[in-house]
Structure formats: structure tokens, C-alpha cells
């Protein structure tokens, strides 16, 4: 047996998605039961110069549903940033699962040496898949994951890793 | 080309502990010039019933360390849980890296099929080495390091993503 790079990418994102739709059930239970009006949550900062829960789900969402297109070669779908409640950003989750699970394993065939370019403002990034996916797209999946759950978690949500982690077997 | 698990899991963890290093010596810098006990930044929590910046490193250097020996086959190293300081837990994550970057390709081998059982005071967990690594390994990783990112960051010290993602081309 050996391994494929869809053996690393698509069902990671696809598991800690589902998680994380999880987790944001938890917090609007959380939010409904403390009767905080439906817009604060998401505005949750660790501090004001960092982005909000909103933006922190968002760029997950961005960062799983961008490596899954990029590496299957197709394009990136567009999804716009306007979710302003926990239960927009459960919708957002969701379509972002839906399309990270249309991407099929003989999509990534090869994507371990297809060429990604990604376009920022001050600068361009060029990788071969496999670094793509472990130097860039994992890390900063993860990253906005666990902030999404720092910020709930300091707020009085509970959570636990187990929540984090989801069915991990 | 194919790719191998170690292509998936020790540069990564090089590479994020690495990271993590660069980070720790913004965060020393910091407390100097705010002259705060060195004791104190290791105690950083963000709410009370969460740990503290020690051991989040500590766990982000052990489910490293732990994920290399096991994928590898060889026993864990020990690793006291003894840091107080942001010098001793640089000398951790130091130690941590040099034992992540003795391990060979050739090591990881088949590794994906290995048996990884992880025992834990109310449960044991099976895994084959591929789910190991990427359903426990590498999301505990990257939340224990996003959780000292997070924690360095509120409490004032400048970090950007470039911080936690570094060199990533």
C-alpha cells in the first residue's frame, strides 16, 4: 500500500469540517440559551486587531474548499463573505463540505507535482501540490480551525478536544 | 512521483516546529523589553480552565515527537513536563526537533498500515499509522501550536500567519 495525496487532503478537510459544523451547533445552543442576540457571536475577536469568529470560519471554509479545487486542477467556486450569524456560518460550512466531497481520488492523481499559484496582494506564492497542501493549506486550515474554537471556547462555550478532533478512528 | 508518509508528516512537523522557535524568540524579546518575569508568559491562559502556554508547547513537542517515534517504530523519548520559562520551553521544542529530524524516510516505510495504539486513562485509541497521522497527529499538532500562537498574540507580542506558517515554498 502506499499513499495518495487525496489520502491526506480531502478527507482531513471533510472530517474537521464536519466538526467544526458540530462545534457551531453547540455555540448557537450556547447562544440561544444565554440570549445573545445572533449577530454577536460571530463578531468575537482574541483581540482587536485580529479578525472575528465570522472571518475565521470563512477562511477555513476558503482554505479547505481552495486546496481541494487547486489540486483536482479546477477552478476555485466563489463563495461570498456575508455571513453575519452562527447559522450562516453553519450554511457557509456546509456548502463548503458539499464541494470538498465532490472531489473524487483520481482527481489528485499526480496533484503531488501540479504547479500552484496563489495570488496576494503584495506577493505570489508558487508551490508543487505536495508542499501546497503540508507547508500552506494544512497549517492554515488548522490554524483558523482552532481559532474559531479558541474564540468559542473562551466565550463559554463547551468544547473539548474530543470536539475538535470529532471521530478520529 | 507517489508521495510517502513522511513526506506528509516529518518535514511538516520540522518545518512547524521550526516556526514555533522563531516565535518563541519574539515572544522572549517581548517580555524583556515589557521587563516581565519570565516565569509569567508561560502561565498564559486563555480562560481559566484551559492550560497555559507551557503546556500547550509541551503538548504541540510531544504529539510530534510521539507521532515521529510511532510511525517510525521506535520507542517515544521521555520528555519532562519540568518548563517554567520561555528559554527552558525554546530548549524543549530545540530537543524536540533535533529527535523529529533524526528520523529517516526509510523509517516511515509502510508506515501507513502500522498499528498505532494510543492509551489514555479512559480510553484506547487503534489507528493505522495514515489515520493516526492525519485524523489525531497532525490536527493535535496544529492546535496545540495555533493555541501558543493565539495566546503569544493576545498577550502583545507581534506575530503574523507568517510567523506560524514560515518559509512554506
Same mark, same amino acid.
Given at each position: 500500500?502506499?499513499?495518495?495525496?487525496?489520502?491526506?487532503?480531502?478527507?482531513?478537510?471533510?472530517?474537521?469540517?464536519?466538526?467544526?459544523?458540530?462545534?457551531?451547533?453547540?455555540?448557537?445552543? @450556547?447562544?440561544?440559551?444565554?440570549?445573545?442576540?445572533?449577530?454577536?457571536?460571530?463578531?468575537?475577536?482574541?483581540?482587536?486587531?485580529?479578525?472575528?469568529?465570522s472571518a475565521?470560519i470563512q477562511i477555513?471554509c476558503d482554505?479547505?474548499?481552495?486546496?481541494?479545487?487547486?489540486?483536482?486542477?479546477?477552478?476555485?467556486?466563489? @463563495?461570498?463573505d456575508?455571513?453575519?450569524?452562527?447559522?450562516?456560518?453553519?450554511?457557509?460550512?456546509?456548502?463548503?463540505?458539499?464541494?470538498?466531497?465532490?472531489?473524487?481520488?483520481?482527481?489528485?492523481?499526480?496533484?503531488?507535482?501540479?504547479?500552484?499559484?496563489?495570488?496576494?496582494?503584495?506577493?505570489?506564492?508558487?508551490?508543487?501540490?505536495?508542499?501546497?497542501?503540508?507547508?500552506?493549506?494544512?497549517?492554515?486550515?488548522?490554524? @483558523?480551525?482552532?481559532?474559531?474554537?479558541?474564540?468559542?471556547?473562551?466565550?463559554?462555550?463547551?468544547?473539548?478536544?474530543?470536539?475538535?478532533?470529532?471521530?478520529?478512528?
Amino acid at each position: 500500500m502506499s499513499i495518495s495525496l487525496y489520502d491526506v487532503s480531502i478527507p482531513v478537510f471533510a472530517l474537521s469540517l464536519t466538526n467544526l459544523a458540530a462545534i457551531l451547533d453547540k455555540a448557537e445552543s @450556547h447562544g440561544e440559551a444565554k440570549k445573545v442576540d445572533p449577530k454577536v457571536i460571530p463578531q468575537a475577536r482574541l483581540i482587536v486587531d485580529m479578525l472575528p469568529l465570522s472571518a475565521q470560519i470563512q477562511i477555513a471554509c476558503d482554505t479547505a474548499k481552495g486546496a481541494a479545487a487547486r489540486l483536482a486542477g479546477i477552478a476555485v467556486p466563489k @463563495h461570498e463573505d456575508t455571513e453575519a450569524t452562527l447559522g450562516e456560518l453553519k450554511a457557509r460550512v456546509a456548502k463548503t463540505l458539499d464541494f470538498v466531497k465532490t472531489i473524487k481520488p483520481e482527481q489528485l492523481q499526480g496533484a503531488e507535482t501540479r504547479e500552484v499559484v496563489l495570488q496576494f496582494p503584495q506577493t505570489t506564492l508558487k508551490f508543487n501540490g505536495l508542499n501546497y497542501l503540508t507547508n500552506f493549506a494544512l497549517p492554515n486550515f488548522f490554524f @483558523h480551525m482552532t481559532m474559531a474554537y479558541a474564540l468559542l471556547r473562551k466565550n463559554g462555550v463547551e468544547l473539548g478536544k474530543r470536539d475538535f478532533l470529532g471521530p478520529v478512528q
